[in-house]
């Protein structure tokens, strides 16, 4: 089968498509013919330590769709045939393994494409609105690079909970497009200069969650504009910044609560966990056209090194999808 590898270096990520034998699940895990799986910038920053050691090659991909091939001795829940997506490693193949733990059944009103672009962006944004981030409706949602994958499932998810989003982008013709996607109010801007507009949109209130996908850059903006226990999610740095200052004061005085949304040193376990109650209370909003995840385009598997390019650009709104039906 067709795969996708990548060595980080001290000269960058170097991407190459191999020709693999097809792997063959354990007792717990599912066999997926891959269909579509979507692009994380995250799996591709060196910084994130997601690669093994630096210099070593490694199958990448973190999230797919697809249909199962062949299922472990101890699955029930998945028959071959059905259509499955999920968290995994190695989705940039024509075929992954995925534990029966993450895999969720693909809505029947999906596309390969739709759904792969669930799993782990959306998982993501749920673990920072809902079981860290208590996000609530009428609630103030100030999302930091809000035209990325994560950044766009947090504004429709929040949008979806009830709460008034307020985004920041480099770009405002990104930031018109997502108007129509629930977004109330789009800053344009490239540095950190946005605290005294959050506090005037909000009325002085402040955001009660703020989402930062940006780095260590917004960091002290984003504690400048919090409101009284408000709280603030940690889910990337592309901005490479990883040392911010922190006011204490504003800490101590607004009951501030800050936390780190990452699957770095999560166990297997742990990630799993909060699967089953994604599946009860986002997947009905799927299945129903509530919820629709936002592709920016879709490109053919071959074409990764572009796609990847075009993503860390900062090009793109929503999701990067390779299409796997055709791999060659």
Same mark, same amino acid.
């Given at each position: ?7 980080? +270096?001290?000269? +960058?990520?170097?991407?190459e ?10 007792p ?19 910084g ?28 029930d ?27 969720m ?6 596309g ?29 949602l ?28 480099t ?56 409101a ?19 006011d ?17 040193l ?23 056209g ?22 860390e ?16």
């Amino acid at each position: 089968m067709q795969s996708w590898w990548m060595q980080v +270096g001290a000269q +960058g990520a170097q991407l190459e498509q191999r020709d693999v034998a097809v792997p063959q699940p354990g007792p717990r895990q599912l066999l997926v013919r891959v269909r579509a799986a979507a692009l994380n910038r995250g799996e591709f920053v060196a910084g994130h330590g997601l690669h093994g050691a630096p210099g070593s090659w490694k199958a990448i991909g973190g999230e797919c769709a697809g249909q199962v091939a062949a299922v472990g001795s101890e699955v029930d829940a998945f028959r071959v045939g059905a259509r499955v997506m999920g968290r995994c490693a190695g989705a940039f193949a024509e075929y992954a393994l995925l534990d029966a733990a993450e895999a969720m059944a693909v809505p029947a009103n999906l596309g390969w494409q739709e759904a792969a672009s669930i799993p782990l962006t959306w998982l993501v944004a749920f673990d920072m609105l809902v079981l860290q981030g208590a996000l609530k409706e009428g609630d103030w949602l100030l999302v930091n690079g809000v035209s990325s994958g994560v950044g766009v499932a947090a504004l429709q998810m929040g949008g979806a909970l009830g709460a008034r989003v307020i985004g920041t982008s480099t770009s405002q013709a990104k930031l018109e497009q997502l108007r129509s996607h629930g977004l109330v109010h789009g800053l344009c801007t490239r540095g950190a200069d946005f605290a005294p507009r959050v506090m005037e949109l909000t009325g002085r209130h402040g955001a009660d969650l703020v989402v930062n996908a940006v780095g260590g850059s917004v960091f002290a903006e984003d504690i400048r504009c919090m409101a009284f226990e408000g709280r603030l999610a940690m889910v990337g740095y592309v901005d490479g910044v990883l040392y911010a200052d922190l006011d204490l004061e504003a800490l101590h005085a607004k009951r501030l609560k800050l936390f780190g949304v990452s699957n770095k040193l999560r166990s297997k376990e742990q990630k799993a966990a909060a699967v089953p109650r994604f599946v009860a209370e986002m997947l009905p909003r799927f299945a129903s056209g509530a919820l629709r995840p936002l592709l920016d385009e879709s490109v053919e598997f071959r074409q990764l090194p572009q796609a990847k390019a075009r993503m860390e650009a900062g090009e793109h709104v929503g999701k990067i999808v390779l299409d796997v039906s055709a791999a060659a």
